[in-house]
């Protein structure tokens, strides 16, 4: 078991490592930042680096990997919260972030990143969405795209609704994409 003071060391590292990465990804764009630049920034070692991450990528899914996990965690736990007040929660997580989310889902940011949440989002609506025959997939790529696309527009546009109304904006969207689609399933085909 890690001393008390390792793991604040560890915290302390991850921080810097995190807050300097943000301030390259605003200055020369994701794709041009460096594991090196990391790290001179961030005023720590290559070795505490890689201590702790593989690289840059390594750095950036595990942010966005402890909102997924707490995010799926709440959803899967029947006594869970209402889905409005999770996915509020979400838009939360952004906001604290807001400055990652926003370097790295702007046009300095980086197109693997926007796939990656796109692919965990929509992931996560299939999990929730009955989907079958050939377009299965479909709404939950349209709903988890829609969703990347209001948080792209939220933060740059400097966050002009709360989380709470994003949520039930985003959640109003997305319900009426998934009550068309289902309206769907039983229609006739064109043709």
């Known amino acids: 078991m890690p001393r008390p003071r390792e793991s604040v060391r560890v915290l302390r590292t991850r921080t810097l490592l995190r807050q300097a990465l943000v301030e390259l990804i605003e200055e020369r764009g ?33 942010i966005f990997d402890e909102a997924m996990d707490v995010l799926r965690g709440s959803v899967a736990d029947p006594d869970a919260r209402p889905a409005l007040e999770l996915w509020a929660s979400f838009f939360d997580h952004v906001a604290h ?30 999990e929730h969405i009955p989907s079958s025959g050939p377009t299965g997939g479909l709404v939950p ?3 988890a795209a829609m969703f990347v696309q209001a948080i792209t527009w939220w933060l740059d546009n400097d966050r002009p609704l709360s989380s ?11 319900g009426a ?15």
């Open 164 to 174: 709470q109304d994003m949520a039930i904006q985003t959640g109003r969207l997305a």
């Open 141 to 143: 790529s349209l709903v």
């Open 30 to 62: 994701f794709d041009r930042v460096t594991v090196g630049q990391i790290t001179e920034r961030a005023m720590v070692s290559r070795a505490a680096f890689y201590r702790n991450y593989r690289d840059k990528y390594h750095l950036v899914e595990e």
């Open 97 to 126: 972030y807001h400055r990652l989310y926003g370097a790295l889902l702007s046009h300095r940011g980086s197109q693997w990143f926007a796939v990656r949440m796109r692919s965990s989002l929509s992931a996560m609506v299939a």
């Open 177 to 191: 994409i998934i009550a068309e689609a289902n309206s769907r399933k039983g229609a006739p085909r064109p043709g």
